[in-house]
């Protein structure tokens, strides 16, 4: 059987992927979603209180996990609902037409847990799921992380920090900052390395 | 013969790569570098004056377009000087050891034009260059593209601007717009629509 190395997803790490789940009356809903590997057969997400995907697989304890890097999926399933043209059935549930791999997740355990981050506290529910099923679609599949994202961005701030005044520097360190804890969330080993690094020379510019 | 779409490059889209040189000492050089696919076998790139990378292409045409995810060599190649350890030579020029691909280019033209941004005047020179080899070490190759991660940052503030406060909300508005700029710089027809989406939907919140 095969599991999530196969579409490349490393322990540890947290992927941004498209959630699709059914409600009691079998509409379709997708949400875009940041999954952990947490190990080779096992994921964990962090699900806040009223998103339909809660709610969903709360009646119905499978839910399909799709890869892809369709910006307009990304965009649409945030902004609105996604249209049903993006879905098709396998068995019972609602995958992603043109997603590049999918997988058919099941829930192991939901855990109630308060959170504070800058904005304030929320209540967020984390849970447990194994995978299933994985289903290639399109090789060749890279799932989305965004640490190496994070650390282009804190470098071009970096290099424009001697350039700029006092005030965009001071703007410029926040956000490398920012993108050094978007980084120990989502990214692996080499990726909180390089933040370091980063994170140092900062500190003595 | 292979072209950049057998490293998956798309026409119009820019990449984010390391690009090797070396001096007239023979001494190599890694900076990080963004390459705009131009064509099947053909790139540009925008150099600032008294960088490395465009003194050592001005005594030296050929140079080599590295393609790596790798954070420690963004790092630190941006950072300071790449380690010799990271190089190895192909015929007589230096390229990116554990590079999942590189192609090895010659200039073909090098235009000086003076640009203007949000942080002053520069001189900027255009180099427009052609692929002469290309070879894969890694697959999957998959260049780094900043465009669906700027549409994801965006994804994210945007969900956010209903629960934050005046100020932070602001702040987030102009992030948007900085993303949408990297993304008409950086990206594709669906990622320029998806940014669309996202700008129509923040303008009526």
């Known amino acids: 059987m095969k ?9 540890g790490l947290l992927y941004e992927t498209i959630i699709t789940t059914k409600n009691e009356d079998n509409i379709p809903n997708a949400a875009p979603i940041g999954v952990i ?18 709610q969903n697989i709360k009646s119905n304890p499978h839910f399909i ?3 892809t890097k369709d910006p307009l999926i990304f965009a649409n399933s945030t902004l609105g609902d996604l249209s049903t043209d993006y879905f098709e059935k396998c068995n019972d549930n609602y995958y992603i037409k043109n997603a590049d791999a999918f997988f058919i997740a099941t829930i192991n355990s939901i855990k109630e847990v308060e959170k504070e981050d800058n904005i304030g506290k929320s209540r967020v529910n984390i849970i447990r799921a194994n995978v299933d099923e994985i289903i290639i679609k399109n090789e060749p599949v890279e799932p ?18 001697e350039i700029v005044n ?14 050094s804890r978007l980084v120990s969330r989502v990214g692996g080993i ?7 690094n980063i994170l ?6």
Chains 1, 2 share one sequence.
């Not at 590997?37 to 809660?54: A, F, N, R, S, W």
């Not at 640490?147 to 424009?160: C, D, G, N, Q």
């Not at 006092?166 to 993108?179: D, G, L, Q």
């Open 3 to 11: 599991d999530l190395k196969s579409i490349r997803m490393e322990k």
């Open 200 to 205: 140092k020379h900062v500190e003595n510019k």
């Open 166 to 179: 006092e005030e965009t520097k001071k703007i410029y360190s926040k956000r490398i900052k920012e993108m």
């Open 190 to 196: 080499e990726h909180k390395k390089a933040m370091n």
């Open 65 to 67: 996990v799709n890869i």
């Open 144 to 161: 989305l992380n965004r640490a190496i994202f994070a650390i282009v961005e804190s470098l071009v701030y970096f290099s424009r920090i």
């Open 37 to 54: 590997c947490k190990d080779t057969l096992e994921i964990v997400l962090y699900l806040y209180e009223g998103t339909h995907t809660l």
